[in-house]
């Protein structure tokens, strides 16, 4: 498909909204074949599902599904749902494919091909064109064979924001474009009307990364076929040691226990300034009705290391667990919370800009609505997008086995931040216990 | 009793009191902690006089933690019944009988009561897969009955121990069979004792977290994880948290006052009579 | 005779059915698996015994293994420790007959009784410097003090605390009950005889408390195995591994990498443990040695 046959869709989102719902409606009219049906769905914890929980009377009214919706933090929402799909239970109907968990639950066969429901026109209406969720995002969803198991909701990019970036200018300073701005930022700022210069979330494997291969450094060898993990590098050690400073020297108190919500609070608050994250903890800090920095809030490009810029992306999408039983009803609420209606929806009542959606995308109401303090923050984040995507850099975050390794560099990076051991040792221990689970997983590593 | 003697006692029990409010201070906070608005509960110094709200009590109330408040008392409810109903005559027989290899059966009782709950987890997760009892509210009831068996045998062991043989034997010397003998004579007098072990039962199995957080994942979850999942999702929502917790530890302080002098023997297995 | 033995085995007998059936046999299930790598992103691995001992031969070489079983050394000789002494030292104190004292027994009760995870939820409030009382008064006081339970110092110290919180009530009860098994007779001669209060207690009441202080270690020893909740609400095993005590790295390694292979090796040594702890208490306490 061209973009302008995209655009020409777009353009007449109203129409299709109107020849989307009447498909389905057919259907409904045919006795809501799911009607009186409740799915159990689950994601971690996400701004996208806090707003469209709202909508989902809207769903319930128009299927008569009835959905049970729980979300949990990210490591606790991982480890549930990893330990359901592994016993092929049905007590999920909906789940999250989470982005570092893609590789082992699909390699694993633990997920249901969706190919089967958009390939039937009786289940998904062409209007519905899952060839409109952009390729990078949808990459992680499908295995060799290109069979998909999740469809995006979120196409997550890296940036930075400064919460109170008057503060910054009060310095004379302006947003640091590199790690060593970063630094002379902080060091300005820190304390400044009580407010702590660096914030993040407990997650050190998702935002510790871009340091460390800006600094040169990576997690593997050279993923996904050479998973020998090379965190005993002397940049692996640098990074290390340059993010746990900027954890404890710059962070508020009890920074190390923060969760994303917390993290994204903080700056709310006016309590932390900068923070590197995923563009969704960001907007809120303008859009969310209990911000108090929605004035001061400005936003930029991950900074850059000398050996480049690596800003993180990923992606994170709705699937349906090979043991559930309600898998069309499931299937109804996917097509339904990643439909561009509803997508369009949420952007632009919230801003929110993690979309994987291209054709909502290149509408002009994605740049407006993203237009935060007078900055054109889809510009960045489609910039991180495709930073992510030209080299492959983070191909290292799908291998099945990274969510042990990943737990690994978060007890170092805590062992590092709470003084407990030096960087080099903490990275050599966590080299050492990655090798041990990898091994224990029956990965091949170079001696 | 001396002038020195009645100080003494006074400031005995003036220490008393202070510890007791001491130690109460915490679980007091997060009580108090639940009739607070969130701009409340960030405020220090906290005001004494407050305006209380029961809006966390309210927003619970209407969301799902409801159904795992109910399915908590569900499952303590079947466990009780079902140990007293197996337990109870072992419990009898045991105390008026020397079984052969009594002393192999004390120390499994006792070591199926102190094992730590992974060693149970691990084999029932794996074979729960196949029964299809994960997340099921019949899954929980069994595996609680690994602890309140063995609690039912060894609390209602000693009551019988306390009541005379010649009380059933006077009635077998009447006719009535052995059976009759238990049913009629005996279990009418270890009443109070059954009702202690039964709220017992149904307390340890209220308060299990570790088997509901691996067995469970959204039909059968119980109130504990449900407080859990509710802290990690809403980590700043501290005035609901709280009154999740207050909601579910009220239940179990009525029934600990009404049992408080079984509880070491219920908490030692019958080492100690309290 | 015969009719009643028999009436008694059918008494006894489904009980142990069950109990063999939902403790036996799953314990056995655990030690069939310890000799597997199962692995549950790998069903082959199921009931594969090709290499029977390697989970063994894993636990020998996992540091963090070896260091999660130094903390848990620290915490149960700490919460042990504390618990006995405060226990006692209640029981002591609140060893008078008055009305009042009668009733603090109870209120000292409580944290025994809260739900373990009400518990954790409590101390998750008193650790977290934004809304505790505790940090409120610490910063009142100008007293800096970290987060405790973000700070590797402390984060042990912290879970300590808060596991001797709740259960201090325990041997304080048992010492209580104890104590008033406590013949008056001895009490009352030494009296006579000018003993002090304290002459009393060193030398008449300890010594007859020697055995229930070690039935109660016993009982919290063993608990302290099982340390979970307090763990899981309030560090998750960090900073780094500082509070990942052994029951918990055994927990991550089934529950959140699926090497349920290797932690049922680990686990069926905690079992083995326990068995071992319950024994000595049957022992100590000859409960189950009839004497008719």
């Known amino acids: 498909m061209t973009s302008i046959h995209r655009r020409s869709i777009l353009r007449g989102t109203g129409a299709l909204a109107a020849v989307g719902l009447s498909a389905p409606s057919v259907l409904a009219q045919a006795g809501k074949p799911h009607a009186g049906t409740t799915i159990n769905a689950a994601c971690f914890q996400t701004t996208y599902f806090d707003y469209l929980r709202a909508y989902f009377p809207e769903f319930e009214e128009k299927t008569g599904i009835k959905v049970n919706f729980t979300m949990q933090a990210f490591p606790v929402y991982n480890q549930r749902t990893d330990l359901e799909l592994s016993t092929r239970g049905s007590a999920l109907d909906v789940i999250n494919v989470t982005f570092i968990y893609s590789g082992r639950w699909i390699g694993a066969g633990w997920l249901t091909n969706l190919d089967t429901f958009t390939k039937d026109a009786k289940l998904t209406p062409a209007a519905w064109a899952p060839e409109d969720f952009l390729g990078g995002p949808q990459s992680a969803m499908r295995n060799a064979k290109g069979e998909t198991f999740g469809y995006a909701w979120l196409a997550g990019a890296m940036i930075q924001s400064a919460a109170r970036y008057d503060l910054i200018e009060k310095a004379g300073l302006s947003m640091p474009k590199t790690f060593d701005e970063l630094l002379k930022v902080c060091d300005a700022i820190h304390g400044k009307e009580g407010v702590a210069a660096f914030t993040a979330d407990r997650l050190h494997h998702w935002n510790w990364i871009p340091y460390l291969m800006g600094m040169g450094g990576g997690v593997f060898k050279a993923p996904p076929e050479n998973l020998t993990p090379t965190l005993t590098t002397p940049e692996a050690a640098k990074a290390a040691d340059f993010y746990a400073n900027l954890l404890v020297k710059y962070g508020p108190d009890g920074i190390l226990s923060y969760s994303d919500d917390q993290a994204m609070r903080s700056q709310m608050a006016g309590r932390a300034n900068i923070r590197t994250q995923d563009a969704v903890w960001m907007v809120p800090l303008f859009k969310h009705a209990e911000s108090t920095v929605q004035k001061t809030v400005r936003y930029g490009l991950m900074p850059a290391g000398p050996s480049g810029n690596y800003p993180g992306s990923n992606s994170h999408a709705l699937g349906i667990p090979a043991g559930s039983k309600k898998k069309e009803a499931a299937w109804e609420f996917i097509k339904w919370a990643v439909s561009k209606e509803i997508i369009t929806r949420v952007v632009r009542e919230h801003a929110y800009p993690g979309i994987a959606r291209l054709s909502v995308i290149q509408s002009p109401e994605f740049k407006q609505v993203l237009t935060l303090n007078g900055q054109d923050v889809a510009a960045l984040y489609l910039e991180v997008l495709q930073l992510g995507g030209k080299t492959g850099y983070m191909k290292y975050r799908t291998v099945p086995v990274f969510p042990q390794v990943g737990d690994k560099i978060n007890k170092a990076i805590e062992r590092i931040a709470t003084k407990q051991q030096g960087a080099a040792d903490a990275m050599k221990q966590a080299q050492a216990e990655a090798i041990q689970d990898l091994q224990k997983a029956g990965i091949k590593i170079d001696t | ?274 | ?292």
């Not at chain 2, 009898?92 to 009988?97: K, M």
């Not at chain 2, 084999?123 to 069994?142: I, Q």
């Not at chain 3, 998750?124 to 940090?135: A, L």
């Open chain 2, 1 to 274: 009793m001396s002038t020195r003697t009645r100080t003494n006692r006074f400031l005995l029990q003036a220490l008393a009191v202070t510890l007791a409010v001491l130690a109460l201070a915490p679980f007091l906070w997060l009580l108090v902690m639940s009739f607070k608005t969130n701009a409340e509960i960030f405020r220090f110094p906290p005001r004494l006089f407050f305006e209380a709200t029961l809006d966390n009590y309210a927003h619970l109330w209407t969301s799902e933690f409801r159904r795992s408040f109910s399915n908590s008392l569900i499952v303590a409810t079947a466990t009780t019944f079902l140990s007293l109903l197996v337990g109870v005559p072992a419990a009898y027989a045991l105390s008026r009988w020397t079984a052969p290899g009594g002393n192999a059966i004390t120390l499994w009782i006792l070591a199926s009561r102190m094992a730590p709950p992974i060693a149970f987890t691990i084999p029932y997760f794996l074979v729960y897969r196949h029964l299809e009892l994960l997340d099921t509210l019949a899954g929980l009831v069994v595996i609680y009955l690994t602890f309140n068996l063995s609690l039912v045998i060894w609390m209602m062991r000693p009551f019988y121990d306390q009541l005379p043989r010649s009380l059933e034997e006077a009635a077998w010397i009447d006719g009535a069979t052995m059976w009759q003998g238990f049913y009629r004579i005996i279990l009418p007098l270890s009443g109070p004792g059954l009702a202690a072990t039964a709220i017992l039962c149904f307390l340890f199995a209220w308060n299990d977290f570790f088997f509901a957080l691996i067995l469970t994942r959204t039909e059968a979850m119980t109130a504990p994880v449900a407080v859990v999942n509710f802290m990690n999702y809403e980590g700043w929502e501290w005035g609901r948290i709280a009154a999740g917790g207050t909601m579910i530890m009220l239940p179990v302080l009525v029934f600990s006052f009404i049992v408080r002098k079984y509880l070491v023997h219920g908490l030692t297995g019958g080492a100690l009579k309290g």
């Open chain 3, 1 to 292: 005779m015969r009719r009643q033995h028999r009436f008694f085995v059918w008494c006894v007998a489904p009980s142990l059915a069950v109990l063999a059936l939902i403790t036996l046999l799953p314990s056995l299930y655990l030690l069939v698996t310890s000799f597997t790598q199962l692995n549950l992103t790998r069903p082959e691995t199921q009931w594969d015994f090709s290499q029977p001992f390697e989970s063994y031969r894993q636990i020998l070489a996992d540091s963090r293994l070896h260091h999660s079983l130094w903390v848990q050394a620290k915490l149960s000789f700490w919460t042990v420790l504390l618990q006995v002494l405060i226990g006692l030292l209640l029981a002591l104190l609140l060893n008078m007959r008055s009305g009042l004292i009668e009733a603090l027994r109870t209120v000292f009760l409580i944290p025994m009784v809260l739900p373990p995870i009400v518990v954790a939820i409590i101390w998750k409030v008193i650790y977290t410097p934004d809304i505790s009382p505790m940090h409120g008064i610490f910063r009142a006081i100008g007293w800096n003090v970290p987060a405790l339970i973000t700070d590797p110092n402390w984060a042990l110290t912290a879970i300590i605390i808060a596991d001797t919180w709740e259960w201090f009530p325990f041997t304080m009860l048992m010492v209580l009950a104890a104590l008033q098994m406590m013949p008056q007779e001895i009490l009352d001669a030494a009296k006579v005889d000018g003993a002090t209060p304290l002459q009393l207690t060193f030398y008449i009441t300890l010594p007859f408390l020697q055995g229930v202080l070690l039935v109660a270690g016993l009982f919290r020893l063993i608990d302290s195995i099982k340390a979970f909740p307090l763990i899981f609400i309030l560090t998750d095993g960090g900073p780094g591994n500082v509070t990942e005590v052994t029951n918990y790295y055994s927990y991550l390694q089934a529950f959140n990498f699926s090497f349920l292979g290797f932690s049922s090796a680990i686990t069926i040594a905690l079992l083995a443990a326990s068995v071992a702890l319950s024994w000595l208490i049957v022992r100590v306490v000859g409960w189950g040695v009839r004497v008719d």
